[in-house]
């Protein structure tokens, strides 16, 4: 069974950036889908971003397109989102799954995903 552990947490200003990481263990995450979501308070889980298995396409909300970028280093089996102009609104916390390789057309939705990790606080102040 994967495992997922997500960091980067911190605390930037409006305007500023930071980059989250999600590290896997128990297997390699170069056969599967990634995803981050998040999570404000009072709010619905919401797609972020997705990574397809070779990385040769991606995706994102379109909340976030143009600011944020998603990456994967299958050799450190570990997949970042970089997220740049960050937005008070940004704030969340972040997670990161897994899904199976041939998901791809199912990618935004979080029943797609098999393995969670268990989030990373990301706040933006005004």
């Known amino acids: 069974q994967v495992q997922l552990v997500e960091s980067g947490a911190g605390l930037v200003q409006a305007g500023g950036s930071l980059r989250v990481s999600c590290a896997a263990s128990?297997?390699?995450?170069?056969?599967?889908?990634m995803g981050w979501f998040r999570q404000a308070p009072g709010k619905e889980r919401e797609f972020v971003a997705a990574?397809?298995?070779?990385?040769?396409?991606?995706d994102y909300a379109d909340s976030v397109k143009g600011r944020f970028t998603i990456s994967r280093d299958n050799a450190k089996n570990t997949v970042y989102l970089q997220m740049n102009s960050l937005k008070p609104e940004d704030t969340a916390v972040y997670y990161c799954?897994?899904?199976?390789?041939?998901?791809?057309?199912?990618?935004?939705?979080?029943?797609?995903?098999?393995?969670w990790g268990q989030g990373t606080q990301v706040t933006v102040s005004s």
């Open positions: 799954a897994t899904a199976r390789a041939d998901s791809w057309q199912r990618r935004v939705w979080a029943e797609t995903y098999m393995y």
């Open positions: 128990g297997g390699t995450i170069s056969n599967y889908l």
């Open positions: 990574i397809s298995y070779a990385g040769g396409s991606t």
